[in-house]
């Protein structure tokens, strides 16, 4: 999925990011959680029930229609409510969730689900296997955003408790597409609702149902009483606080006006870590900081153009400038936290062979463009600013252009833009996740609405769906990722890691490695 929500740095803070170009130090992201703050003494405390949990976000939820979603402000509200058959862990092992167990035929086409025992949805009424299978179902008809494209042939509710799927052919990352939020599951027919009325006010196997929803503000949520995990959530309530501007939130949290927050900009980390009275948690995370060049544009259809600005740029001085270390420089659009991210041979950081290039282009002497952001996004504006110094030697202008957040998203959307500074997430554990959202060129987002096309690249990436895991599909997809770093549809810069902080009075509040926060597991200390 595209992660669309704003991360920000005070723009004061430019000159240190440029002096920072000049010493460059490694990064890495961390695949565990780390905590900071005054909350371990008590960490092992009986967890406290009741109280709200009041949770600052970047963006506003706009709607809980989980099969035609994909930005992280509707993503990470979906995943309150509906569930899938299976999860993952921190580390993106493949988890029973809504089954609790499966069965794989030898042949590899045949998946037997086992429902958990008991399970009932917010509203009371018992979850059964023609549920789970009118809502994949559902899910295959809309395909939307992020489709559920395995070569399904038949799913049967064998009994209650237990469904049956079959596939066409192999396709080895059928657990991870499940375990993404978009293949919850929900009662069939809507509970005898409409479509509009039923994703007004879903129902669900979450820990959470929602309350109040204003699609412009903030979202409460109360606990699902009929949760399948004894107890929980802790909590009485959930609100999500719509604070777009990351200082405001830090403001808010400091003072006691926000139990936590989300998206900790890199350089305000060391001032939430030195706070007593704030906990900050951080775990790797599936996402890739990325400028992504419209190749419909007559500048970037040129691979010399594409391949000439990857040369100018040195991602480690970006990475170290932007995020103070608080991320890790890549090559590839597969983070170090998935399977399969391979070590390719970049473009990087050689202005002469950048220029020799640019010459062998249908544009030597240079040309202008501009280069798309979110406004209000001042890690973005740096990274913007940084890129529009690399490439003045070369006689390219990008103009930048900033715009509002929901705009800037309809204008690459409707592939309006030259080039743009974006990221690209993964929602479920397995590569073919971001390899189908980042070169298919036929699916829903025409590699991440670059169209970039790429014949082989298709041929690999079918392959790579249906070859099982081991040495040969390692193969595949590091010579697709080569192939990427040769072509540059997009560059790549740097992995992130999903940092949350939250009052000290707080517990169990820290990141899923998707970057959500489910919060069944968050206490507050009375």
Same mark, same amino acid.
């Given at each position: 999925m595209s992660s669309l929500t704003a991360r920000r740095r005070p723009l004061a803070l430019l000159a240190a990011a440029a002096a920072a170009l000049i010493s460059l130090a490694a990064c890495s992201a961390a695949p565990a959680a780390t905590t900071a703050g005054s909350s371990s003494a008590t960490a092992a405390a009986t967890p406290a029930k009741g109280g709200t949990i009041t949770y600052g976000r970047a963006a506003a939820t706009t709607s809980f229609d989980l099969n035609n979603q994909i930005t992280a402000n509707n993503a990470f509200a979906i995943d309150k409510v509906f569930e899938p058959l299976v999860s993952f862990d921190t580390?993106?092992?493949i988890i029973p969730w809504l089954a609790e167990k499966w069965v794989v035929s030898d042949d590899l086409l045949t998946y037997t689900f086992t429902l958990r025992s008991g399970l009932q949805f917010s509203d009371g009424t018992p979850v059964t296997a023609a549920d789970a299978k009118a809502s994949l179902e559902r899910h295959?008809?809309?395909?939307?955003?992020?489709?559920?494209? &395995?070569?399904?042939?038949?799913i049967t509710a064998t009994d209650a408790s237990t469904l049956t799927i079959t596939l066409k052919n192999a396709y080895t990352p059928f657990l991870?597409?499940?375990?993404?939020?978009?293949?919850?599951?929900?009662?069939?027919?809507?509970?005898?609702?409409?479509?509009?009325?039923?994703?007004?006010?879903?129902?669900?196997?979450?820990?959470?149902?929602?309350?109040?929803?204003?699609?412009?503000?903030?979202?409460?949520?109360? =606990?699902?009483?009929?949760?399948?995990?004894?107890?929980?959530? $802790?909590?009485?309530?959930?609100?999500?606080?719509?604070?777009?501007?990351?200082?405001?939130?830090?403001?808010?949290l400091q003072a006691g006006q926000l139990s936590g927050i989300e998206e900790v900009a890199p350089a305000t980390i060391a001032q939430l870590t030195g706070d007593a009275n704030v906990t900050v948690s951080e775990l790797g995370s599936w996402e890739v900081e990325q400028v992504f060049f419209n190749t419909q544009n007559e500048y970037f259809a040129d691979p010399h153009v594409r391949r000439a600005i990857a040369l100018s740029l040195n991602r480690d001085g970006i990475t170290q400038a932007v995020t103070f270390g608080a991320a890790q420089t890549v090559k590839t659009l597969i983070p170090p936290t998935i399977q399969y991210s391979a070590d390719v041979k =970049?473009?990087?950081?050689?202005? =002469?062979?950048?220029?020799?290039?640019?010459?062998?282009?249908?544009f030597p002497q240079g040309f202008t463009a501009t280069l798309l952001i979110a406004s209000g996004n001042s890690v973005r504006t740096q990274e913007a600013q940084i890129i529009q110094e690399a490439v003045k030697p070369l006689g390219i202008t990008l103009k930048i252009e900033s715009i509002e957040l929901n705009a800037f998203r309809e204008r690459f959307f409707a592939y309006k833009f030259d080039a743009m500074i974006n990221s690209g997430q993964s929602? =479920?554990?397995?590569?073919?996740?971001?390899? &189908?959202?980042?070169?298919?060129?036929?699916?829903?987002?025409?590699?991440?609405?670059?169209? $970039?096309?790429?014949?082989?690249?298709?041929?690999?990436?079918?392959?790579?769906?249906?070859?099982?895991?081991?040495?040969?599909?390692?193969?595949?997809?590091?010579?697709?990722?080569?192939?990427?770093?040769?072509?540059?549809?997009?560059?790549?810069?740097?992995?992130?890691?999903?940092?949350?902080?939250?009052?000290?009075?707080?517990?169990?509040l820290a990141p899923r490695i998707n970057g959500s926060v489910l919060f069944q597991d968050v206490w507050l200390q009375k």
């Open positions: 580390e993106g092992k295959i008809k809309v395909q939307g955003p992020l489709p559920l494209e &395995a070569p399904i042939d038949t991870s597409e499940l375990s993404g939020f978009s293949n919850g599951i929900f009662p069939k027919d809507f509970g005898g609702k409409s479509e509009k009325e039923f994703f007004s006010h879903p129902v669900g196997t979450g820990p959470w149902v929602v309350d109040t929803w204003d699609p412009s503000g903030d979202t409460t949520f109360t =606990a699902n009483t009929h949760y399948w995990q004894a107890g929980k959530p $802790y909590a009485d309530k959930l609100v999500y606080k719509v604070v777009a501007d990351d200082t405001q939130r830090i403001q808010q =970049a473009l990087d950081n050689d202005p =002469a062979a950048a220029k020799t290039e640019l010459a062998a282009s249908k929602d =479920a554990p397995d590569p073919n996740g971001l390899i &189908a959202f980042q070169t298919d060129p036929k699916g829903f987002s025409k590699s991440f609405w670059t169209h $970039y096309t790429n014949d082989q690249v298709t041929k690999l990436a079918e392959q790579g769906r249906t070859t099982p895991d081991g040495d040969a599909r390692a193969k595949i997809y590091a010579e697709i990722q080569q192939i990427l770093a040769d072509d540059v549809p997009y560059i790549p810069l740097y992995n992130t890691k999903n940092v949350v902080a939250s009052l000290a009075t707080v517990h169990g």
